[in-house]
């Protein structure tokens, strides 16, 4: 299977490597440590990623469900390593900085594989070079006493010439020929050395015969005539040159067993002395820490043995130092492994109790994208996995370093972040503490212009959560209002309008908010689509909406001249139940029906309800409360559990969201 690999650092280059789904992502890297060496890179540092996930080395195509002519993407291990090189020159410093690159087994084993590539060319070469000195042999065969070998002759050189495979160490294997290399290489071995047998039978007989001649005087007659010398050379020559020929047969079958990467890969899965990398990234130079930092990450993502291992050795307290470090390299590796480590429970409980969480809050300030994501991302594995380390996470500064993160980081880093504050969302005591301050929903409100599906869902959850705690806290977001009513217009998924029309419905309650709302200019158009989609709850939800808006008589007349009871006649004709049916021609009812009461004076509320005999009064006997003016949304009508406020169990939240 082909596999496509681009990368950033090579923008006008597309890498293409050849696997089976069997082979390890290990393999997958040597084939391009190999494009790079030729490209003069061999020291370029880089992981796979595919699908948003890191390939780690020791786990095979199969197990990623990587398909062929799949685009994998080559991610630079740090986006400044190529500029170290130069550092030294342009600062006048004498401090060996050295590259940062691969380890030196590594290395060693790219080279290797080089020069076993470039001996299996250069023998093929040579191969092929005795073919055409065969090809003599078989012509000046018919001139020998034993004329008649020159048939098997022919036949030897006309099997080596049809199917000897041609190969070169930059284009690899050329031709068909290639398929059956080893069966070649075992049936022409063979064939030579009987070949070269009958040819030493021929060359005996021929020298016995001139011996015992004796060539007196050198005469060529009889049994020294010029054909018998002729042949006697003629074959000790051909059984000499067969020999070389069966030789370079059996050391190209030795050499056909070697695949790219074969070496390669052994060193990139192997197991290294964790312990002396821990010293190195402890103790070592700037260089020796980068490389450890590096390894270190390789190592963590090889598999969970090496994760408890590095956590055994003392890893946690050495890559929270180095993930502070002033080297953006080593602060990325260093990360990384973190992000690795984190995967696993266990170790995130130790992690929390060594307060490392504070450095991951801290890197979300970083002006590097990598850095945040990765920081980002150990952060979201925390907060999944334990209720008590969400506490820890929003200690200090933590919900402002999440909101920085959520508006500078990269998409991916916004669908992160996303993601962590609908975890912390969940528990009650941090959704408190959310609610009180505003930069997590400006941050949620800048999440929701994002052009993810993904994150737009995770944001308007974590909004109807917050909604559901303080009401007060979202209907101040007057500018997410017009953010709602576009979002129909730019995306085409029902769940988020849902999502979207229950925080509608909280501003269309909100008797300020509600006049904001009725002042928008796409608001007929939008509620028309959200009225159009097929979900009976979603259908509900913009009835109500509208009976919000049609509640007072000022905003009745505002609602005719906006001919919001043509969204209703749309619900109507989309009505998904019987129930949303008679809602839309109630509704339609109460907008077009003539006001009895113009001259009443001002009542109480309570007095002028129980006064008025118009449609409205005949809805609300209907529906309840709940659809005319009451602070409950649809949720209440559905599941009332989901109406609690900070008491309310991060569990019911989260079977009410679902």
């Known amino acids: 299977m082909l596999l496509y690999v681009e990368s950033r650092a090579f923008p006008h280059k597309t890498f293409i490597a050849l696997v089976q789904p069997s082979h390890a992502i290990a393999r997958v890297r040597a084939q391009l440590l190999h494009v790079l060496y030729e490209l003069g890179r061999e020291d370029h540092q880089f992981r796979l990623r595919y699908n948003g996930q890191y390939l780690r080395d020791a786990y095979t195509i199969d197990d990623y469900k990587i398909i062929d002519n799949a685009v994998i993407r080559m991610v630079p291990m740090s986006r400044k390593q190529d500029s170290v090189v130069d550092l030294r020159s342009t600062t006048g410093s004498t401090t060996d900085l050295g590259v940062v690159g691969h380890s030196q087994e590594v290395l060693d084993a790219l080279h290797k594989e080089v020069n076993l ?17 065969h090809f003599m042999a078989f012509v000046f ?31 690899g294997f050329i031709g068909t020929e290639s398929i059956y290399k080893n069966v070649f290489c075992i049936v022409y071995g063979v064939l030579t050395i009987l070949n070269a047998s009958s040819a030493g039978y021929m060359a005996v007989t021929e020298w016995i015969r001139i011996i015992n001649h004796g060539c007196a005087d050198f005469v060529f007659v009889d049994d020294c005539g010029h054909q018998v010398v002729f042949s006697a050379i003629y074959f000790s020559i051909q059984v000499i040159l067969l020999l070389i020929s069966s030789i370079l047969s059996w050391i190209l079958l030795r050499n056909f067993k070697m695949e790219v990467g074969d070496y390669i890969e052994r060193c990139l899965i192997e197991t290294r002395d964790i312990e002396q990398v821990l010293i190195a990234a402890k103790n ?116 402002d370093d999440l909101a920085h993160a959520a508006r500078e980081g990269t998409l991916q880093c916004q669908k992160t972040v996303a993601g962590i504050f609908l975890d912390l969302a969940f528990n009650a005591e941090v959704r408190v503490q959310m609610a009180s301050m505003n930069s997590p929903a400006k941050a949620l ?117 906006l001919k919001l009871d043509d969204v209703l006649k749309d619900l109507r004709d989309h009505a998904a139940d019987r129930e949303v049916w008679d809602m839309a021609d109630q509704g339609i009812q109460i907008i077009n029906a003539v006001d009895d009461l113009p001259g009443l004076p001002a ?24 659809i005319l003016g009451s602070q409950l949304s649809l949720r209440s009508m559905e599941k009332p559990t989901m109406a609690s406020t900070s008491s309310s169990s991060s569990g019911d939240i989260r079977k009410g969201l679902n």
């Open 117 to 133: 590539l470039t001996r299996r060319e250069r023998i093929l070469f040579n191969f092929k070079g005795l073919l055409y000195i």
């Open 141 to 171: 065969g018919w001139m020998t006493t034993y004329w008649y070998s020159a048939f098997w002759t022919g036949l030897v050189w006309a099997i080596g010439l049809w199917y000897c495979p041609t190969y070169t160490r930059l284009g």
């Open 284 to 399: 070592g130079k700037l260089k020796e820490k980068r490389i450890a930092a590096f390894e270190l990450a390789s190592l963590a993502a090889s598999g969970d043995d090496n994760k408890f291992r590095i956590v055994a050795e003392g890893g946690l307290e050495v890559l929270i130092s180095m993930a502070l470090s002033r080297d953006e390299a080593t602060e990325e590796h260093a990360v990384e492994t973190l992000a690795e480590l984190l995967t696993v429970p266990s170790i995130q409980d130790k992690f929390v109790e060594m307060d490392g969480v504070k450095t991951l809050s801290t890197l979300l300030l970083s002006p590097s994208p990598k850095l945040v994501q990765e920081a980002a991302a150990a952060l979201s594995y925390i907060v999944s996995d334990s209720e008590e380390n969400q506490l820890k996470v929003v200690e200090g500064h933590g919900l």
């Open 445 to 561: 409100i800048s999440l929701c212009k994002t052009n993810d599906p993904e994150t737009q869902r995770f944001a308007l959850q974590t909004l109807e959560l917050l909604a559901i705690e303080s009401a007060e806290l979202i209907c101040a977001q007057h500018e997410l209002i017009e953010i709602l009513l576009s979002l129909p217009m730019t995306t085409l998924d029902e769940k988020l309008y849902l999502l979207a029309g229950k925080i509608l419905l909280y501003f269309a309650e909100n008797k300020e908010t509600c006049e904001k709302f009725m002042a928008q200019d796409n608001l007929k158009e939008s509620l028309s689509l959200y009225a159009k989609a097929k979900d009976p709850v979603l259908q509900k939800v913009i009835a109500k909406i509208i009976f919000c808006m049609i509640e007072e008589k000022e905003q009745k007349v505002l609602a005719k001249e």
């Open 603 to 626: 009542l109480a509320a309570a007095e002028r309800i129980k006064k008025r005999t118009s449609g409205a009064s005949l809805l609300k006997e209907k529906y309840g409360s709940m």
